[in-house]
């Protein structure tokens, strides 16, 4: 109970702006340093890009209170703090399952809506109400890669990698591990830590396992240093990853040992369907007038845009700035048309519902990973 | 004034200086924002940890590098103890996550419902259930605190250092191996740890208090003093019958257990336990917090904490991306501010050259950077933005560098804050009658005149060469024993240089 | 019951002897001082009883009790205490806590109880702070009222020394071990020493072992006088009769050229 | 110091000669037990594993090197000296990878450089308003800004530039951090060693990159290689050759330097006592300066040998701690103060390393060593620290009453 109350009289005795019509300021809470500093400016990109779209709320001007936490909890939980204190109308990000609950918990108790742009493990929207997120969930990400490697790989045996210290990469891989064996498959789970540079250790383990398919459900610092040594080892299986390798320090950081690497991430243009399709594409030609020269143009950056239409449009749904009219107007957002699908938050618990996933091909023919490509094969709706 | 009036004098100033602060606190949580709250709640956090680590470094000159595993003990036990029901249905049906059914049962609701006290288990009574676990996680702590205090037996100065920094390390890095991960979820640890307890002011400063009351009574106490022994000349100190295995011991183990409490209230303010939260740079904060303060007292060790939570909470407008002419003007006027001290300095030590080609250079660039800064704003070089990461460590570091070189003893050195020195009352430095008995004592002959009040001069049989036996010349205690002989009437001697005073 | 019985005590340092079968006994209540020239082992020999350093081989018996094999405090439980040839106090601790940490071995209170300062504990306390009063008295006046809560390095050598040797009192030992008392002291300063010493046997009732070099000092206070060259033992009686000992005059001003050794030398 | 006196003549038990032989009969038989009864792995892979240890062991016996140096001369354990390997690595990196510094940056470090350059020559000159001193610093200066700014070499160049480089950075770390400490308690000193470590970190997260970086310079050394031998092939690269020689090189040349030359004589005298050799004329801050300029080169070696070791570097706040303190490890297992000790130390703990993991693999629920590979280090450091503190070839150190 004095929580509840203290938020309220916080709220009040710092001329918050919760309930006053003054500017309606959004809190954008991004790993724009430290090791996803790369996910993180993408997807802020994102967000300028729709706030150049669509800038006013409620016929006022939006502004973004943008605050770095530095690819650390502990920076997100000062975010958070920050934007208590500020009150905000919600928060966009982080992008990292491991930042958002460090966020969510503060936000949720304080009563702010937090959106993460892509954060995919389920225990973040678990934590209360006023969390929602703009991806689709680990479990489907891990399914729909176990099934790929099952039915069109043909892989009986798999070598999972894992880093063991991060929300996202332990769910998923559990995720993965759990269908292919569903599916007949054998698995052995090996761990490493962030910033690990020497994986002799880990690939001695997977030698006597001669595996078919490698699922390495890690990020690109790490993935950079894992697949040359995997090659120099001699592992030529086929590599499959998740939306965390779908980040340009992969290929340029790995080199060739990239060629060929496929990745599940954020569906763009050319696999969504019908008018949705469109959408992104004339999304993508306003993004290239904003940012001609951005180096990542990918889902993270749609997905990032679309949190803030989403935000915008719970705003104007509600009407008022007062946040619990705002929330029950995003928690019955019905098909919302956005530059990565259709949104539709009615009947979920914050996960929206039909989300498409895209599988991504790396193509690296340089040695050093200077031109490389990522062409999509196919995608799949969380619907089938 | 007798020594029993001064005590209750003491408690008497203390509690009113106590209730001041609770006003105080009052004052700030109703609308102080929840940043500094957070400060405050740090502070006190902070302050705890630094203290317990003071016991070792400080009183008992032992630098131990590994209070950052102390504390992830403690923040572990406390976490697995009190984080509440969902959150372990959540770890439960996590895939493939390590713990156990047996290892999520490890509750102190399960404990109370088990021993009977379902009054005990009620969200009310969440408090009850996290004292219980801190206290847990503490005692878990001290018993690491012991098997790291072992090695101290044989090892001294660096050597223990390094072992103490090698046992931090393998705390957090074996915390997260299949061995342990039962009890600490692996690498992802506890979310959800409550965190009414971190954040809120009253518990931290309450349990601060309370680390402080204890420090304070075991410095002054009997055991206090053999710790100093230990810290002053450790060889003396065993030849003068202090059991160095047991002093030392203890002394890690009081240690660890305070961090223990710190480690559970960190975990419940940052509302989540995880290994990357107790990194080595937890002790080198303290460390800091420690030298910069003081290492012999604890007043000093509280300003250092407070310079450190300053500097980690108020410091991000250091950390802020400002465009390059800005960064530019600042390393300028740094370099500028640098030269112009190396002149100052030269100038007031009268060392020769004054203007030393060093002191000239600095000058030089410092004033290029400045005016290049200044006027080359629109100039390609100088556009864009930068970021210095990380600038709050740095700042600190070099603030830890300076002072070593500088003041190693810190700020405060081994100077306490106490009552008796707020009111004046030196104990040690002698009122003019003592001067003048003192002086008298030393050099009868040359103060025959000045010594008004000399009722006890030194004896006159003293040196006599041709006295065998001589008279047992020294009256016992300070009252002159009216029947002990007289001494020094009339006999003359050859005044001695017993030089009284010659200061370090 | 001789207080100290030391019986063939041997001790090596890789190839150097530093003591040979060394025999010797203190009565209690008794003043024997060790004499010798310089690398004689008589630090060593201090080191051996107070335990620094374990012995070879060779028993040294407090009261019947061994103490081969005790750490340093266990010795001083036992009921020895030392001082140091140069002067190892607690510099940066005042006057009275050098005084009352050697009786921190006696203490019986928990450490909680110091904690909580429980009436046992007080009184505890309120009994060390006598005993270290007591025991400073006997150096007069001087190191009393201001001077107990100054820092030890404020004082004068000659106070130094007068603190070092009531700490080695305040342990509460039987019987003192003094390495060289009286160094760096000026006449009138080690004449008082000696009176001191002879006061700690008579008043105090110590038993004393004492190094020292200075033999007016040796010859006015000393029941008997044990004399050590490379480790052995070469002389043992009262101060009189080593004096003259033929092979003491050796060992400290070497053999004569002519070896005409029927003169009688006046010391 | 360690202060215990391990008196000599009580050691009947040849523990030398058990471990000694003892060990490898222990290993060699768990191999085969692994290879013929379990059929889990293949010699193959021994002799790879093997491999590997070599390469990771002398990369460790390079920055061991200078732990056992500065410990010899002034009793200090350099905490800053993973950190001048970090920083040796990315300078390399820079240099070889045409990522030039930006101007600020590179007139910082040139700054900085030069005036260790111009602290140097005063060693040599007397003082510092020497003219050639202050040409010697301005003409470096100009020329480190040129080279950092702009210049892309060959990983030869780059290699030898950035030695010469953190060289001169180790001594301008002495000169500003250590050497007001120069009479202080040791205890002080690695304070002071740890605030550096600290500063070099987060200075190299601004300075350098704040993420991990890909370390691959246009060299055919790290092609892969792949031979068969008993039945199993074993995967490496020509790596395999240019650490272990390059390694060989380095400490030979250290060697001879130490054992031929009057500045080496010095400094086995200032080891043994630094006030008496003063007093025989030995400028000791000439030869400390000298022990900071020769550690951190070799730990620039060892730091770019890391990069192509592992084909990347982690970011800079990181990658200096581990390799530090295991190297710290390897020259206390060795014996801290002597040279050999520091190689057969940084190659034993190679082996241990990669050998326990080998050894005891992965095996039905048995998980296999992999989670304590880091462990390992910290463990046989602390066991070592209290069984025999002098090490494997260390003299006794201890101190007397």
């Known amino acids: 109970m004095a929580k509840k109350l203290f938020a309220l009289l916080a709220a009040v005795l710092l001329g918050g702006t919760a309930f006053a019509q003054g500017p309606v300021t959004i809190g954008v809470n991004l790993e724009l340093s430290g090791r996803f500093a790369t996910i993180g400016n993408a997807t802020l990109q994102g967000i300028e890009v729709a706030r150049e779209q669509m800038s006013d709320a409620l016929g006022q001007e939006v502004e973004l209170s943008i605050c770095d936490n530095q690819t650390t909890p502990e920076g997100s939980i000062n975010c958070a703090a920050r934007f208590v204190d500020e009150g905000v109308i919600g928060v966009l990000g982080p992008i990292s399952s491991t930042m958002a609950i460090a966020a969510a918990n503060p936000l949720e108790e304080a009563g702010v809506i937090m959106i993460s742009t892509s954060s995919t493990n389920p225990a973040t929207t678990q934590i209360g109400e006023h969390i929602f997120r703009m991806a689709y969930t680990d479990d489907f990400q891990g399914k729909v890669a176990a099934r790929y490697a099952a039915d069109d790989l043909e892989a009986e045996r798999a070598v999972v990698f894992r880093q063991q210290d991060d929300d996202y990469s332990f769910g998923l891989a559990g995720f993965f591990a759990e269908e292919f064996e569903s599916l007949g498959g054998e698995t052995i789970t090996l761990d490493f830590v962030s910033n690990t540079v020497d994986f002799s250790a880990q690939i001695n383990d997977a030698r006597g396992f001669d595996a078919d398919v490698i699922y390495y459900s890690g990020f690109c610092a790490e993935g950079a240093s894992l697949m040359p040594q995997l090659r120099q080892q001699g592992f030529n299986q086929q590599i499959l990853g998740a939306d965390a390798s779908d980040d340009s320090q992969c290929p340029v950081g790995g080199g060739e040992a990239f060629d060929g690497y496929i990745l599940t991430g954020f569906g763009g243009a050319d696999v969504l369907s019908g008018d949705a399709a469109a959408r992104a594409e004339d999304f993508a030609a306003f993004f290239d007038v904003v940012y001609p020269d951005a180096a990542d143009f990918n889902g993270f950056t749609l997905a990032g845009a679309d949190s803030y239409n989403v935000m915008v449009q719970a705003v104007n749904n509600a009407g008022s700035a007062d946040p619990d009219a705002v929330l029950d107007a995003l928690q019955n957002l019905e098909g919302y048309p956005g530059v990565s699908g259709d949104i539709t938050y009615a009947g979920t618990d914050g996960t929206p519902a039909d989300r498409t996933i895209a599988f991504f091909q790396y193509s690296v023919p340089g040695a050093d990973g200077s031109e490389w490509t990522k062409s999509s094969l196919f995608g799949i709706g969380t619907g089938q | 004034m007798s020594d029993s009036r001064t005590r209750l004098r003491n408690v008497m100033l203390t509690l009113g200086v106590g209730a001041i602060v609770a006003v105080l606190l009052a004052l700030v949580e109703g609308n102080g924002g929840a940043k500094l709250n957070d400060t405050l709640a740090l502070f006190a956090i902070w302050g705890i940890a630094a203290l317990s680590l003071n016991l070792v470094n400080g009183t008992t000159g032992i630098l131990s590098l590994g209070h950052h595993g102390f504390m992830l003990i403690g923040g572990y036990v406390t976490s697995l103890l009190i984080v509440p029901a969902d959150v372990r249905e959540r770890i439960a049906s996590q895939a493939r996550s390590d713990m156990t059914p047996f290892t999520l049962s490890l509750s102190v609701e399960n404990a109370f419902n088990a021993v009977g006290l379902q009054a005990l288990t009620t969200p009310e009574t969440l408090w009850v259930r996290f004292l219980v676990a801190l206290l847990v996680g503490g005692f878990v702590a001290m018993i690491f605190g012991l098997i790291v205090g072992i090695p101290s037996l044989r090892l001294k100065g660096d050597y223990l250092a390094i072992v103490t920094f090698g046992f931090g390390e393998i705390i957090r890095l074996s915390a997260s191996t299949s061995l342990f991960s039962p009890f600490t979820n692996g690498a992802l640890g506890f979310a959800g740890v409550p965190n009414d307890f971190g954040k809120s002011i009253w518990w931290t400063f309450a349990i601060l208090g309370l680390t402080l009351f204890v420090m304070t009574k075991i410095k002054f106490s009997s055991f206090g003093r053999a710790l100093q022994g230990i810290r002053e000349d450790e060889i003396a100190a065993e030849a003068m019958g202090v059991n160095l295995a047991r002093s030392k011991v203890l002394a890690f183990a009081i240690s660890a257990f305070f961090a223990g409490i710190a480690g559970g209230l960190w975990v419940s303010y940052l509302s989540a336990a995880r290994l990357d939260f107790f990194l080595f740079f937890l002790t080198f904060f303290f460390l800091v917090a420690i030298s910069v303060g003081g290492t012999g007292s604890y007043t000093g060790v509280l300003m250092g904490v407070a310079v450190v939570v300053f500097v980690q909470q108020y410091g991000d407008p250091l950390e802020k991306t400002y465009g390059l002419p800005v960064w530019f003007g600042v390393i300028g006027s740094l370099i500028l501010i640098a030269a112009a001290g190396g002149w100052l300095y030269r100038k007031t030590r009268r060392m020769r050259p004054v203007l030393h080609p060093l002191v000239v250079v600095l000058g030089l660039i410092g004033l290029g950077t400045l005016l290049f800064a200044i006027f080359g704003q629109n100039s390609p070089a100088l556009d864009g933005t930068f970021q210095a990461f990380g600038m709050r460590r740095i700042l600190l570091a070099v603030l830890l560098i300076v002072i070593m070189a500088f003041r190693p003893e810190g700020i405060m050195s081994r100077a306490e804050f106490s009552w008796a020195w707020a009111l004046r009352e030196r104990k040690d430095q002698p009122s003019d009658e003592e001067r003048a008995q003192d002086a008298w004592l030393s050099n009868p002959d040359l103060n025959r005149g000045s010594a008004t009040s000399s009722e006890d001069p030194l004896p006159a049989s003293l040196t006599a060469e041709d006295a065998p036996n001589a008279v047992p010349f020294l009256e016992r205690g300070t009252k002159p024993d009216p029947d002990e002989p007289r001494y020094g009437e009339g006999r003359d001697w050859q005044p001695e240089q017993d030089d009284e005073e010659e200061g370090r | ?267 | 110091m360690a202060a215990i006196t391990t008196t000599a003549g009580r050691r009947a038990i040849p523990w030398g000669w058990i471990f000694g032989l003892g060990i490898p009969a222990l290993v060699l038989a768990r191999i085969y037990y692994l290879v013929n009864v379990v059929e889990v792995r293949d010699y193959a892979f021994f002799i790879g594993a093997m491999v590997q240890s070599l390469q990771l062991g002398s990369l460790y016996a390079l920055i061991a090197l200078g732990y056992t140096m500065v410990y010899g001369i002034i009793r200090l354990i350099n905490f800053a000296h993973g950190e001048v390997f970090m920083v040796g690595a990315f300078i390399s990196y820079f240099l070889f990878s045409g990522a030039p510094f930006a101007l600020p940056w590179a007139l910082l470090w040139s700054a900085v450089l030069a005036w260790g350059v111009a602290f140097i020559l005063n060693l040599w000159r007397g003082s510092m308003t020497h003219p050639t001193v202050i040409a010697g610093g301005l003409v470096a200066f100009a020329a480190l800004t040129f080279l950092l700014s702009t210049f892309q070499v060959n990983w030869v160049a780059a290699l030898l530039l950035s030695m010469l480089f953190t060289g001169v950075l180790g001594v301008v770390i002495d000169r500003v951090a250590y050497r007001p400490l120069r009479g202080a308690p040791r205890i002080s000193l690695l304070i002071t060693a740890i605030a550096v470590s600290f500063l070099l970190q987060n200075t190299g997260l601004i300075v350098f990159t704040r993420n991990q970086t890909p370390f691959r310079p246009e060299t055919d050394w790290t092609a892969f290689l792949q031979f068969d031998v008993l039945g199993g092939t074993v995967y490496t690269s020509r790596l395999m050759f240019l650490i272990p020689i390059l390694t060989a090189v380095l400490v030979t040349a250290l060697t001879l330097f130490v054992t031929r030359t009057r500045l080496g004589k010095a400094m086995r005298a200032s080891a043994q006592d630094a006030e008496t050799a003063q007093m025989m004329g030995i400028n000791v801050n000439r030869v400390i300066a000298t022990t900071f300029l020769l550690g951190s080169m070799l730990a620039a070696a060892g730091g770019f040998l890391w990069g192509l070791n592992f084909g990347s570097l982690n970011q800079p706040a990181v990658m200096g701690i581990l390799p530090g303190i295991k190297a710290f490890a390897a020259a206390v297992i060795g014996g801290i103060g002597s040279l050999p000790g520091a190689v057969i130390g940084g190659l034993l703990l190679g082996f241990l390393e990669n050998f326990m993991t080998a050894l005891f693999p992965r095996q039905g629920d048995f998980p296999g060593l992999t989670e304590f590979k880091d462990t390992f280090a910290f463990a046989l450091l602390i066991v070592v620290l209290l069984v025999r503190p002098s090490g494997i070839v260390g003299e006794d150190l201890s101190e007397k009453v």
Not at chain 3, 194 to 212: H, K, N, S, W
Not at chain 3, 225 to 232: R, S
């Open chain 3, 1 to 267: 019951m001789s207080m100290l019985s030391v019986r063939n005590l041997n001790k090596s340092f890789g190839g150097l002897q530093a003591t040979t079968n060394l025999s010797f006994d203190v009565e209690p209540g008794e003043i024997v001082s060790v004499i010798g020239p310089n690398g004689a082992g008589k630090t060593t020999l201090f080191n051996l009883i107070t335990g620094v350093y374990t012995p070879d081989s060779g028993s040294i018996e407090l009261e019947g009790r061994s103490l081969v094999g005790m750490r340093p405090n266990q010795v001083v439980d036992a009921g020895i205490a030392r001082t140091f040839q140069n002067l190892r106090l607690f510099t940066n601790l005042s006057v009275l806590d050098n005084v009352l940490i050697p009786q921190h071995h006696q203490l019986k209170v928990p450490w909680w109880q110091a904690v909580l300062r429980t009436p046992s504990y007080r009184k505890a306390e309120a009994h060390m702070h006598d005993v270290a009063m007591e025991k400073l008295a006997f150096f007069g006046p001087r190191l009393m009222s201001f001077r107990l809560h100054q820092p030890v390095y404020v004082l004068s050598y000659a106070n130094r020394r007068r603190t070092e040797m009531a700490r080695a009192m305040a342990t509460g030992a039987k019987m003192l071990l003094l390495d060289e008392p009286s160094a760096g002291m000026n006449p009138k300063e080690t004449a008082e020493i000696t009176q001191i010493i002879r006061r700690m046997r008579d008043e105090g009732g110590y038993t004393i072992l004492l190094v020292e070099h200075k033999m007016n000092l040796v010859g006015e206070i000393s029941d008997r006088v044990v004399v050590l060259d490379y480790g052995q033992k070469i002389a043992e009686g009262s101060y009189k009769d080593v004096v003259n000992d033929e092979k003491v005059l050796e060992a400290y001003l070497g053999k004569r050229a002519d070896d005409d050794a029927s003169e009688e030398v006046e010391l």
